[in-house]
């Protein structure tokens, strides 16, 4: 084709238009050169692509470590007892003031542990259910617990807490959260697990003493236990040992505002029982 001709033909972009490849001076016709980093990589969409998803893993896999599991942190997720509260100058007088509680300097010792086992039996609104009490691993605690029930302590009292596949929570007089027998004992620290059917007694929330408000599990509950990594442990010292579904059932009652159930559920007494070793 005349030269002439050519050009026009350029000029008019009839001509297809030639691929420029690169080589290295050095390197043979075949040896076609391509950029290095970071060059390479920002030609290369499938790059991008995979940092994506590996960025997305990394995000989800976060919010599960962060977010998953028990809330230790949340106050209101543990069996606490509330301080009690102090009277106000302004409140009120009612109409038929609610007697007070029993109120005690301190436990008297009522049990012997090396010459007898104890049982609690708890009569309820939704029937009756058997704790096996631990005297040898917390005698102070099972001798308070003892001592209360003898003196009619917990009669006609309610599970004034109940949280759904956690805890049911008794022991309060006041049936508020806040009432108490007057006196604190301390903690006996051990080893035994929250497992479910298992008895604690609720405390304020980092303290290490109780007064008599207490809880059973619904289900196993290590967050609760003695070596859980929060402040807040708490110490089984007994367990259920016949009558789990009534306690069950009590797990399963409609609750509103404060995990208070909606329909009562009463304890008429709790009766002990020593049975020689």
Aim: glycine share 8%; net charge neutral; proline share 8%.
């Amino acid at each position: 084709m005349p030269k002439r001709k050519k050009r026009e033909l350029h000029h008019l972009r009839q001509e297809p238009s030639r691929r420029r490849t690169y080589q290295l001076s050095h390197a043979s016709p075949s040896e076609i050169y391509k950029p290095g980093f970071p060059m390479n990589i920002l030609g290369d969409v499938r790059w991008f692509a995979i940092v994506g998803v590996v960025a997305a893993v990394a995000m989800v896999v976060t919010a599960v470590l962060t977010t998953g599991g028990v809330d230790q942190g949340n106050p209101d997720a543990l069996p606490t007892a509330t301080p009690t509260a102090s009277a106000t100058a302004d409140a009120s007088p009612t109409g038929s003031p609610t007697p007070a509680p029993k109120q005690f300097e301190k436990a008297e010792q009522v049990i012997d542990a090396e010459k007898y086992t104890y049982t609690a039996t708890f009569k309820t609104s939704k029937g009756d259910f058997t704790v096996r009490l631990f005297a040898d691993v917390a005698p102070k605690t099972v001798n308070s617990f003892v001592f209360l029930a003898k003196q009619g302590f917990f009669d006609n009292t309610t599970f004034h807490r109940v949280v759904s596949n956690f805890v049911i929570q008794g022991g309060d007089p006041t049936a508020t959260g806040t009432g108490g027998p007057g006196y604190q004992t301390q903690d006996e620290p051990n080893e035994l697990r929250n497992k479910k059917g298992t008895i604690s007694m609720a405390k304020v929330s980092g303290q290490t003493q109780f007064g008599s408000q207490f809880f059973i599990n619904l289900k196993d509950n290590p967050s609760l236990d003695f070596d859980n990594p929060s402040a807040n442990k708490f110490y089984p010292f007994g367990e259920v040992i016949s009558g789990m579904d009534v306690v069950e059932a009590i797990g399963r009652v409609q609750v509103g505002q404060g995990d208070r159930p909606i329909e009562p559920v009463t304890i008429s007494t709790i009766e002990i029982t020593e049975t020689p070793k």
